[in-house]
């Protein structure tokens, strides 16, 4: 039951307001199908997100955010290919979501005191 719950989980966790941000990228500029476009982004992500289990057994969520921003970077310099606005708009989400991980513990902090 704890691994179906945790699954569940993660698997809503993915579907974020970032993959959000790079549809509306696509779909601004491309005339790709939307749902080819995710189906064949799952094939894509399938390896990564096994490596990046691989990274986070071996170095911890620290090593495991530094793949997933390499992974941000890489989306923006394959979106460049696209337009180099899609490109530049990519980077930015991803610089957004460094951002919120340096300050999500600060914020919570204040309005959480132990």
Not at 45 to 70: D, H, R, T, Y
Not at 73 to 97: H, N, P, Q, R
């Amino acid at each position: 039951m704890e691994l179906l719950v945790t699954s569940a989980g993660f698997g809503l966790f993915i579907v974020c307001p970032r993959m959000a941000a790079m549809m509306h990228i696509i779909h601004k500029h491309t005339d790709s199908s939307m749902m080819l476009t995710v189906l064949l982004g799952m094939l894509f992500s399938i390896p990564i997100m096994l490596l990046m289990v691989f990274v986070f057994n071996k170095f911890g969520v620290w090593g495991a955010l530094v793949l997933c921003v390499a992974t941000d970077f890489g989306a923006a310099l394959i979106m460049k290919d696209i337009s180099v606005k899609a490109g530049l708009e990519t980077l930015i989400v991803a610089l957004f979501v460094i951002l919120g991980v340096k300050i999500a513990p600060l914020i919570s902090g204040l309005l959480i005191r132990k």
